[in-house]
């Protein structure tokens, strides 16, 4: 079946309230109609999420905007016309056309276009928005490909299958005031790219424990195996012929039982493309554990770091 067909077959499924699982250039998504709560309701209960994690809403057009939100801030534009389409997204106030379900009763809303011709072409054909999030389990690892998708969520009503996706990790997301932005997900756009166009300025004293936007849990993107950062903190028990290291030096690598190296370059975007791919590599592997080499937490280096810190939270 060609690309082309899946696309129809899947934009139909969308406009019948089911659900799609499409690649993005960030990751795979599992994609629901935004303005039906009904298909939303189905997402939330197929993905196990819990309903006070708001969603992404993709977008083909930044006319939709205008729909989606009561936004009168022309930096939005700016910042569309430099990272649009692309891994960015942007927490809005949304409109009465939004289903509270979506943003998990909040007065806002996170918009973004996918900067992947699958995925837009899907939002066209569908006539509507597509909200959005990873097409995994709630907390498990995300999927850069549609195999990924099929061994978390097999029962999904239709899965498109684009290839790997080209970023590997999920979207910034920030937020606007009235000084400048605030980084809410680390993604592979960098403050430092957002600051060219606008200046970083983050709220003192923000209830960081406030749920405003995907990706703000402790705990997140986890393996089935137990994972550990390459620290001070590693466990005694750990039997390193018996792991398996995600290495982005490539030192020290003699003693484990399996070696992914994930920036043969030493680029740290490179690292970030490759992540989740090796990370569902060892676990779906022999090794009893997975170790991760910490990087420098600088640039794209920070969204790794917050990946890998929310990977291994839950086997602290």
Known sequence: MTISQQISIAAKHIKEGNLVAFPTETVY???ADAL?????????????RPTFDPLIVHIASVEEIKRLTVNNDNRVYELAERFWPGPLTIILPKSNLVPDIVTAGL??????????????????????????????????LSPTQAKHVNKQLSDVD?????GESAVGIESTIISLN??????LRHGIITKEEI???????????RDKTNIVSPGMLKSHYSPNKPIYLLDKNIPDFIDYPKAGLLSFSGKDTAKYKIVELLAPDGNLKTCAVNLFAAIHRLEESDVDYIIAETVPEVGVGIAIMDKLKKAAYRYK
């Not at 239709?158 to 684009?162: A, K, P, R, T, W």
């Not at 009235?178 to 980084?183: A, L, N, R, V």
């Open 195 to 205: 600051e060219e166009i606008i200046p970083y300025y983050a709220v003192p004293d």
């Open 29 to 31: 998504g599992l994609g």
């Open 36 to 48: 039906n709560p009904y298909a939303v309701a189905k997402l939330f209960e197929l993905k196990e």
């Open 107 to 140: 007065p806002t809303v996170g918009i973004r276009m996918p900067d992947h011709p699958v995925a837009i072409e899907l939002i066209r054909q569908s006539g509507c928005p597509i909200a959005a999030p990873s097409a995994n389990k709630f907390g498990q």
């Open 178 to 183: 009235e000084k400048g932005f605030e980084i």
């Open 158 to 162: 239709f899965l498109i299958d684009g």
